[in-house]
């Protein structure tokens, strides 16, 4: 999953950062216990995603991966 992440970021035109750089906006792959690994959004104090139409504040994932468009 992770290449097939990276190869779309590239595909979208953003570049990788480091976890730590994150700020609000940025894109991240991230993985929780017992969970598969998602695609969420850097928000101010925590990372975002949508899961069947909500959105779930994820406070302490393990960042894999993130990116920056633009």
């Known amino acids: 999953m992770l290449l097939g992440a990276h190869a779309a970021a590239r595909?979208?035109?953003?570049r990788e950062i480091t976890p730590s750089d994150a700020s609000e906006g940025d894109v991240a792959l991230i993985a929780q216990r017992d969970q598969a690994p998602a695609l969420a959004m850097r928000a101010r104090h925590a990372y975002v995603a949508a899961s069947f139409g909500r959105l779930l504040i994820i406070c302490e994932p393990v960042v894999l991966a993130t990116w920056r468009i633009g």
């Open 11 to 14: 595909a979208l035109g953003a």
